[in-house]
C-alpha cells in the first residue's frame, strides 16, 4: 500500500470511519492528510459526508466533467509489470451503460457483488450497472463461497459475476448449499477475466438452472463484447459479439484482416481508457492510432462472433513454433479427472522454450505425467504436447483472481515434479533394441520401458541428428 500511495502521490486518503485498515496505516506512515467517510445511517443508503481534521466536513465546490479523470485502475500485471490504468468519468460510464442495455438490467433486478472493489468486475460491471439501471445491489464483505451462498440465500440475487476462480470455488461448495440454490432462483449470472473451462461452465448452469454468460473486457476497456442472453445464439469457445463501439482483428500493420484471419483485438471507443499513469512508453505501446491493442490474439467468424486464442505476448516460442498456452490448456481440461490446467514456458537449452503445465487433478494422485502426456499427444500436434508437468493443489491467482503464466515461471524453483517412474528393464528383443536406440540417442544408459522419452532428453531434433549419423 505504501508503493502505490508513494507511485501515486495522493493529496489525501479518504478512509472508513471507526476501520483500521492497511490504507490508514500507509497513509500515517508517509504523512499524508487523512479524510474520514461518515456513512449517514439515518439516511438514504449510500448517503454519507467527509470530514477533515484540519477543515471539518468537506462540501464539494465543483461538478465533474466527463473527461475529467475519476480513477486509476490496476491491471492484473499477468504479462510484464501491473500498470495504472487512467478512466475518465466517460469511459467508465458508457463501459457500465453498454452491459446495463446487453443484459437488459432494470429496476427489478438485484446484483450480489463479491469480488474485489479494485477490481472492474466489481467497481464497472456491478456497482455502476446497478446504479445506472437503477437495481439493487449487495456487497459482499468477502469473497468466499460461504458469504456467496449466505448473501444469495438472505437477498435473493438475480444475478452475479465472478471470475473463474471464484466460479470453480463456488461450484466445489455447491452440493452444502443445495438447499439455496433449490428456492434461490437466478436470472443469469456471468463470467469474466480469464477462461473458464467448459466442464465446469455446463456444471455451473445445471446448478443453478440459469445461463452463464461469457463477458470479455480488461481493465483498458471493460466490457467489449459479450455472448447475449437466451434466447439470443451463444456459440462454443466465443466471448460473445461486440457490445462496444469499435472491435477489429489487426495484424502487425494495424490494418483489418477478414473474418477467420487471426491477429490481434483492437478496440476504439468509448469505453476506451486514456492511456497509462505516469508510463508514457506503455501508453505509445498499446495506444496507437485511436486503437487500444489488448495483446490478445483472437478472430471474427462470419457472423461477427469473436473467439480468442490467447495473450500475445504468452505465446511459447518453442524453436521457432509458436505455441498458444491456452488451446493447451483447454485440451488438459477435457480429460475427466483433472480440475485445472495452466500452461506456461519454461526455458530449454536447445529450444529456447519448451512447454510446461501446472495441472490441479479433481483428486490427489487421480492422473500421472505419463498418461496426461499420451492424453495430449492424442488430441494436439507434436511441438504442442508438454515435457513437463507440475502437480498442485490449486493454481495461484493474482489480486484480481487471474492465473498468471509468467507467475508459473517465476516459481518454478519452487514446484516439485512427480517422482520418476520405477525401473522397469526391457522384456523382450524389441524392447531392447528400442532401448539401445533411445540410449544412443539421448546417451543415457539403459532407459527403462516406463520412462517417458521427452522428460528424459528426448526430442524430435535429436532422433533426426541420430538419424541422419
Known sequence: MESCFAQLSPAAVIVSEGHATAAREAAHSLGLPLITLCPSLSEDAGRFRLHAPSRGEVAPDLEPEPDNLALFMQTSGTVGGPKLVMHSHQTILSAAASLVESFHLSEGDRAISIAPMFHSLALVGTVLTAAISG??????????????????????????????????????????????IRRRQLRFFRSVAAPLPAASATALEGIFRAPLIQVYGMSEAPGITAEPLPPGERRSGSVGRVICADVAIVNDDLERVPAGAYGQ???????????????????????????????????????????????????????GEKICPAEVDEVLQRHPRVAQALTFPIPDSRLGEEVAVALVAGEPGAVTAVEMQRFAAARLAFHKIPRHFFFLDEIPVGDTGKPSRQGMRDRLPLLTPPPPPAHAAPRNALEKTLARLWAEAIRRPEPGIHDPFFESGGESLVLLGHKLM
Not at 468466499?144 to 470453480?168: C, K, Y
Not at 469505453?271 to 495506444?287: I, Q
Not at 483472437?298 to 495473450?311: Q, V
Request: glycine share 12%; hydrophobic share 40%.
Open 265 to 319: 483485438v483492437a478496440v476504439r471507443g468509448g469505453n476506451v481508457a486514456l492511456g497509462y499513469w505516469n508510463n508514457p512508453h506503455a501508453t505509445g505501446e498499446a495506444f496507437r492510432n485511436g486503437w487500444l491493442l489488448t495483446g490478445d490474439c483472437g478472430h471474427f467468424d462470419e457472423d461477427g462472433f469473436l473467439y480468442l486464442t490467447g495473450r500475445i505476448r504468452e505465446f511459447i516460442n518453442r524453436g
Open 135 to 180: 437495481s439493487s445491489l449487495i456487497c459482499a464483505a468477502d469473497s468466499s463461497p460461504q458469504m456467496f451462498f449466505e448473501g444469495m440465500d438472505e437477498f435473493s440475487p438475480t444475478w452475479f459475476g465472478a471470475v473463474p476462480s471464484m466460479l470453480q470455488a463456488i461450484l466445489l461448495d455447491a452440493p452444502r448449499f443445495e438447499h439455496v
